[in-house]
């Protein structure tokens, strides 16, 4: 590595009468060379900070890529204006006289360093400006690069590290990135769990199983919310709450998480739940049941052709004559089957090019549930859970029409009811 240039006599341009006097007066030839010096290098430094920030601009003024707005963000031209003054100080070292050699090249190579760090600052600069480009352009899908750039950010800055170790040691940085090799089972050690979120998300992204914006769910993590950040070694989730749960990132490829972003992009969220119906309340319909059921308008076209199914059939019955155990009768709990079906279907807000569907369930020691499942045609939470409230409000209202009645385990007031002399305090 050359030797750093030591202080020495003014330029030959300068007359004799003005060596003479710098060779008399060192100090103070010292503190005007300095002084020019800086204020060249701090105007030097305010035209180059301008000139690169006209010509980042031109980017976005010839056409709409987007890249001078993302360098601008990122401050790329204030990182890279710093190198015209160091070089400027770093040659005007050579025309200091009062400086000893000595000064002089520890000086020159703490500027070298400095050179090295501002350069190091700058390439990272551009690499995040590049991936805040990458992030906003509609090929991106939204994915962020921001863990693959951490990483060359870290390798750079390790590098940078390492030639400045160099520089201040007057040693090559092969040998000493050599030397650092030796410690690299400890540095893995270290690192392990920077190296195990990094490969984790490389796989998320890959798979594109993650992004930012996703609703996840981690029950083991106690997260329910929005991804806000997905970084090097952890993924930010904002919980519906608003608190913020930090996930590192290797855990998502060890423990099960559910992604709810295919419920997003389809615009429809699934409505699936169960009105428990008391078992003993179910049974066939009567005639007059039937009669007052056909003023319904979602289910007369049912009822009707119910009635044409079962009059077709009555010839092929077999057995006495009027006998209701041989004939085939319609449910109070299958007649309101068929109306749950054809009250979602008619709903304004429910999706019917999707799968809506009524259908019971095993039957169990809370009755008999009927399930219904259908999508809203809204994912917010405020109108599916209205939509949802509606629904259920209309059918649990609707069953005394049906003859039937919701499962509700006894409560207190009930026990109390049972005793002799004891009134309800349920006010009738």
């Known amino acids: 590595m050359p030797e750093p240039a030591t202080a020495g ?7 004799s009468g003005a060596q003479e006097w710098a060779a008399a007066h060192p100090v103070l030839t010292s503190l005007g060379i300095a002084a020019a010096f800086g204020l060249a290098a701090y105007v ?38 710093y190198l015209v003054p160091i070089a400027l100080i770093r040659l005007g070292l050579e025309y200091v006289p009062a400086l000893a050699p000595g000064v002089a090249a520890a000086l020159g190579r703490l500027l070298e360093i400095l050179a090295v760090v501002v350069t190091t600052r700058a390439l990272v ?24 750039l951490q990483v060359l950010a870290l390798v750079a800055y ?40 990094f490969v984790a998300g490389s796989q998320l992204t890959s798979s594109d199983s993650l992004r930012p914006g996703d609703w996840i769910e981690m029950p083991e993590m106690n997260a329910d919310g929005e991804v806000v950040e997905i970084s090097l070694n952890s993924v930010t989730v904002q919980n519906w709450d608003k608190t913020l749960t930090i996930i590192p990132a290797h855990n998502f490829l060890g423990k099960a998480f559910k992604n709810w972003r295919g419920m997003q992009a389809t615009g429809a969220r699934r409505m699936k739940r169960s009105v428990l119906l008391d078992v003993s309340t179910i049974g066939f319909l009567t005639g007059d049941d039937l009669e007052r059921l056909e003023a319904f308008t979602l289910l007369a076209p049912y009822l009707a052709e119910k009635r044409a199914e079962l009059a077709g059939e ?33 709903h304004p807000r429910i999706v019917t090019d999707m799968t809506v569907m009524v259908r019971q369930l095993q039957p169990g020691a809370t009755g008999l549930p009927l399930e219904l499942y259908a999508f809203v045609d809204d994912v917010t939470a405020v109108v599916y859970e209205g939509v949802q409230a509606d629904v259920f409000d209309h059918l649990i209202a609707i069953l ?27 006010t009738p």
């Not at 201040?168 to 893995?188: K, M, N, W």
């Not at 005394?400 to 349920?426: H, I, K, M, N």
Request: net charge positive.
């Open 9 to 15: 006599p003014l330029p030959s341009f300068f007359g």
């Open 44 to 81: 030097c430094f305010i035209l180059t900070r301008w000139l690169l920030a006209l010509l980042v601009a031109r980017f976005d003024a010839r056409g709409r890529s987007g890249l001078g707005s993302s360098l601008r963000g990122r401050r790329v031209a204030g990182h890279v204006a």
């Open 125 to 148: 600069a551009i690499m995040f400006g590049l991936g805040d480009l990458y992030a906003r352009r509609p090929h991106g899908g939204g994915r962020s690069l921001t863990r693959y």
């Open 158 to 197: 390790v590098m940078a590290g390492l030639v400045s170790l160099g520089l201040l040691l007057d040693r090559d940085p092969i040998v000493i990135l050599t030397g650092v090799g030796a410690a690299s089972a400890v540095l893995l050690l270290i690192f392990q769990n920077t190296i195990l979120s």
């Open 314 to 346: 009555a010839d092929a019955r077999s057995g006495p004559a009027g006998a209701d155990v041989n004939s085939r009768r319609l449910t109070n709990v299958g007649t309101f089957r068929a109306y749950a079906l054809r009250y979602l279907q008619a």
């Open 400 to 426: 005394p029409e049906f003859g039937l009645r919701l499962y509700q385990a006894p409560s207190g007031d009930d026990v109390r009811s049972l005793a002799p002399g004891v009134r309800s305090t349920v």
